[in-house]
């Protein structure tokens, strides 16, 4: 019993660490940690394509662009080229940005990739299990 426990956990752990750096946990982590804020503008929206939007901000004469997706408020829709928002940015990598406050945006990110490699995990142990039980029995 206890090795099937650490193995679940081992599993977890794995799956994690993979999931964390395959999404923006690595960035949103660096994020919450050391960001600054500024002002960016709404440059594109693609209200169709999951409430996605482009935005853009200058540091020290340069533009750099990110990616956003509206909320309930404002919706998309309500999104106009030009509407101003707050961005936060790496100080040393400007193109490291995020248009939502970092810490909670690194904690959504670090539940979804817990509750992912969780049912992930489970889902290898339990098939493991089911083709073991279904060589052992005739149908």
Same mark, same amino acid.
């Given at each position: 019993?206890?090795?099937? !426990?650490? $193995? ?10 993979? @999931? %964390? ?26 209200? &169709?394509?999951?409430? &996605? %939007?482009?935005?853009?901000?200058? !540091?020290?004469?340069?533009? #750099?662009?990110?990616? /956003?997706?509206? /909320?309930?408020? *404002? $919706? ?17 990598? *400007?193109?490291?940005? !995020?248009? &939502?406050? *970092?810490?909670?945006? #690194? ?11 969780? !049912? #992930?995990? /489970?889902? @290898? ?13 005739? #149908?």
């Amino acid at each position: 019993m206890i090795g099937r !426990i650490l $193995t679940y956990l081992f599993l977890v752990a794995l799956i994690f660490l993979a @999931l %964390f750096s395959a999404t923006n946990g690595r960035n949103h982590y660096v994020l919450s940690q050391n960001s600054v804020k500024t002002i960016g503008t709404i440059s594109k929206t693609y209200c &169709e394509h999951h409430q &996605e %939007f482009e935005y853009k901000f200058q !540091i020290n004469g340069k533009w #750099f662009n990110g990616i /956003g997706r509206a /909320g309930v408020d *404002p $919706t998309c829709e309500a999104l106009r080229l030009g509407d101003s928002l707050d961005v936060f940015y790496i100080p040393d990598k *400007p193109n490291i940005n !995020i248009n &939502e406050e *970092p810490r909670a945006a #690194f904690q959504n990110e670090l539940i979804s990739d817990v509750i992912i490699a969780c !049912i #992930f995990a /489970g889902g @290898l142990l339990f098939g493991r299990r089911l083709k073991r039980y279904l060589s052992t029995h005739k #149908f």
